[in-house]
């Protein structure tokens, strides 16, 4: 037995498509389907019903479906339970979060809980949306702060968790304004006047959402570079290098002082929503009241 057959079925319990699956666990498909094979005659019964398009779990993979993730969350709750008591240290509060939103959200954050509770040790995990959910779901984090946005489908399996929302955040579109007034920067574009565009990595959340932002319409953008951070996308945006769709958080001082202005509607504006998801059953008391008080 590999753990890692147990964290690949779980994840396409989640799925269902063993092509994102694959690409979650950053595998090949070949690679991940030869894995849940091996699971498969380990257990002795198929698990998957590969019948059916998209595929489905069995019976049989329903039933072990809980005692995965329970396996795989107990696991590495005992691990991290055996490195703290070997480092002799307090607990951890361990949080899951976004790139942008552990830079530009979470650290102030936590610096105001750190002024009321000054023994707190926090280990903040900042990665892709995939990586933290996996993280809460595998029990490697307390918390996850992550965006929802309607038009996005969680990947998290939410009804497992507890989930707060704490406040909106907005993805504007802005461009340096030197750069932007010299070019004639608009969008829509004017005719013949293409915008550089700073774009977000297709495959990341943010990316998925400004892409829902843009739906059917056409601006005229000239894709001139790509990131899967919004803070690359900031320096470069600052630079002017182009346009960019940023969270309204990490641009609040470069909005308020002119340095960056915003282009089009209030109908180009992305709206997410900031939740805080825990499983509640890994709090201690300190957990407890971050959770209350977040």
């Known amino acids: 037995m590999d753990i890692n057959w147990l964290r690949d ?40 019903d590969r019948a059916n398009y998209p595929v489905q779990l069995s019976e049989a993979g329903r039933q072990f479906l809980p005692v995965a993730q329970q396996t795989v969350a107990d696991l590495t709750d005992t691990r991290q339970a055996i490195r703290e008591r070997a480092r002799g240290n307090a607990s951890f509060q361990r949080f899951a979060a976004l790139h942008a939103i552990s830079v530009n959200f979470l ?52 009804t497992r968790f507890k989930r707060k929302d704490i406040c909106e955040e907005r993805l504007i579109p802005v461009a340096q304004h030197e750069a932007a007034a010299r070019h004639g920067w608009t969008l829509p574009a004017r005719a013949g006047r293409e915008v550089p565009y700073l774009s977000y990595d297709p495959n990341t959340f943010l990316g998925t959402v400004v892409d829902q932002t843009i739906g059917n319409r056409r601006p005229a953008l000239d894709l001139r570079y790509m990131d899967a951070l919004a803070e690359a996308l900031k320096r470069r945006t ?49 957990g407890q009241t971050i959770w209350a008080q977040f």
């Open 9 to 48: 079925f779980v994840c396409l319990g989640r799925t269902l498509n063993f092509t994102r699956a694959a690409d979650e666990r950053n595998i090949t498909q070949s690679a991940f389907s030869r894995r849940i094979r091996s699971l498969e005659n380990w257990i002795g019964v198929p698990l998957i």
């Open 107 to 158: 650290q102030p954050r936590m610096a105001e809980l750190e002024r009321h509770y000054p023994d707190m040790r926090t280990r903040v995990i900042s990665d892709s949306l995939t990586a933290c959910c996996q993280l809460l779901s595998e029990g490697g984090c307390e918390f996850l702060l992550y965006y929802r946005h309607q038009d996005v489908a969680p990947i998290l399996d939410e």
């Open 238 to 286: 600052l630079a002017g290098a182009g346009m960019a769709w940023l969270p309204e958080f990490s641009i609040r001082q470069e909005l308020e002082d002119g340095t960056l202005v915003r282009l089009g509607g209030r109908d180009w504006t992305a709206t997410m929503t900031i939740s805080l998801f825990c499983s509640p059953e890994r709090l201690d008391t300190l």
